[in-house]
């Protein structure tokens, strides 16, 4: 089983290359970053493609060959992002499509609670922040695509990410306004990398924050029966 994830150099897309190795499933780390390329070796990733995914031809090597897909791409806001296309929308529907003409297997993506119906789950101002350079409507536009094509998916949306340990004790929510808060980085990976193993994800989408890190009222919990993979030794 080979597994390409897009974003390996972002903070989550290592943290998720770390949950795939400990469970000694090949990895192919895509970049747009050529300087990362040695970390993401010395990391463990078997293949390292770099290139940006507003380019078509980028997507189509990423996949090619690839079983599955976990994407962790994003934008940072910045005036850098006024001047162009977005990776979370244009670099998405990319990788959707290319990994839709390869026929992979399982598609997950990252988004992130305010998306769409779970509006309500960001904070105003943060919201307010992210809207006026359009990364959340790019992100809803990049699930609407991911559900039309074809492909076998998960859209996993996590409250606001956080450095810490993982803390094994994650609320799920299904609906949109249901859950709201934080949660460590190390927690969403470990839910990306069991989406791949876990029939029930199919096809749906989820609101997922610690416990520990929720905020306000919780509603639309659901009892998912994540599959993670046994850890290995790789030799």
């Avoid at 659901?222 to 030799?235: L, Q």
């Amino acid at each position: 089983m080979t597994v390409l994830v897009a974003g390996a150099s972002g903070r989550t897309g290592r943290d998720v290359l770390d949950a795939l190795l400990d469970a000694g499933i090949r990895v192919r780390a895509l970049t747009s970053s050529p300087e990362t390329v040695e970390t993401l070796e010395l990391q463990g990733a078997d293949e390292v493609v770099v290139g940006d995914l507003l380019a078509i031809s980028t997507a189509r090597e990423a996949v090619e060959g690839a079983d599955a897909v976990i994407c962790a791409v994003g934008s940072t806001p910045g005036a850098n992002l006024l001047r162009g296309p977005l990776v979370d929308r244009e670099g998405v529907v990319n990788l959707v499509d290319a990994a839709a003409d390869e026929g992979v297997d399982r598609f997950v993506l990252v988004s992130a609670i305010g998306v769409g119906d779970s509006k309500e789950g960001m904070p105003g101002p943060f919201r307010a922040l992210l809207d006026l350079f359009g990364i959340l409507d790019a992100k809803e536009a990049s699930e609407e695509h991911l559900r039309r094509s074809g492909l076998d998916y998960t859209i996993v949306r996590p409250g606001g990410l956080t450095n810490d340990p993982a803390a094994g004790d994650v609320l799920v929510g299904e609906g949109g306004d249901t859950v709201s808060g934080s949660i460590p980085r190390a927690d969403v990976a470990r839910l990306l990398v069991a989406a791949l193993f876990t029939p029930e994800s199919e096809n749906r989408t989820f609101e997922v924050v610690s416990r520990e890190g929720r905020r306000g009222s919780v509603t639309g919990v659901v009892d998912v029966d994540w599959r993670h993979p046994e850890p290995v030794v790789r030799r």
